[in-house]
């Protein structure tokens, strides 16, 4: 997908995300490349499938302003959420308190808080799942896995 500013979404490669993070992913997932006009990877999101069902990420790369961005961002956004629903799994997603903004964009997904304050945050779209259901939360001796960081 082309959006009107040149930004564009495609299918994450492990070496985009090994480009992006600095190492492999402790966990698979399905992940969504935005790149800009001139291809430079700006951001990731995707999927993990975790025993408590799907954990949804963002991130945007250091230095990029996820507001000169935003079209594709939801965009690819919209395309993960598309994809986690019709797995008809519960999805999960973390909130980082240093990005006061993600609290909006998750609910314009479509989640609704469920326990934690902060970066601990929990946001969940079917809320009668268990808060930290097997889940690692960030900081805590887990994978770091931060759903829906901006940063």
Request: glycine residues 12%; charged residues 25%.
């Amino acid at each position: 997908m082309k959006p009107s500013n040149g930004d564009r979404i495609r299918p994450a490669s492990a070496e985009d995300i090994l480009a992006f993070y600095g190492r492999r992913l402790p966990w698979r997932a399905r992940a969504l490349a935005v790149t800009d006009a001139a291809s430079r990877l700006i951001g990731l999101g995707g999927f993990s499938l975790q025993p408590h069902g799907l954990t949804v990420f963002m991130d945007v790369a250091t230095g990029v302003d996820p507001a000169r961005h935003k079209r594709v961002l939801i965009r690819a956004g919209r395309q993960v959420m598309q994809t986690a629903r019709a797995m008809g799994r519960p999805v999960l997603a973390c909130r980082e308190a240093d990005w006061p903004a993600s609290a909006n964009l998750l609910a314009h997904f479509g989640f609704e808080k469920i326990s934690g304050e902060g970066a601990g945050e929990m946001w969940a779209l079917n809320t009668a799942i268990e808060p930290f259901g097997g889940l690692e939360r960030p900081g805590e001796g887990g994978t770091g896995e931060r759903a829906w960081a901006i940063r």
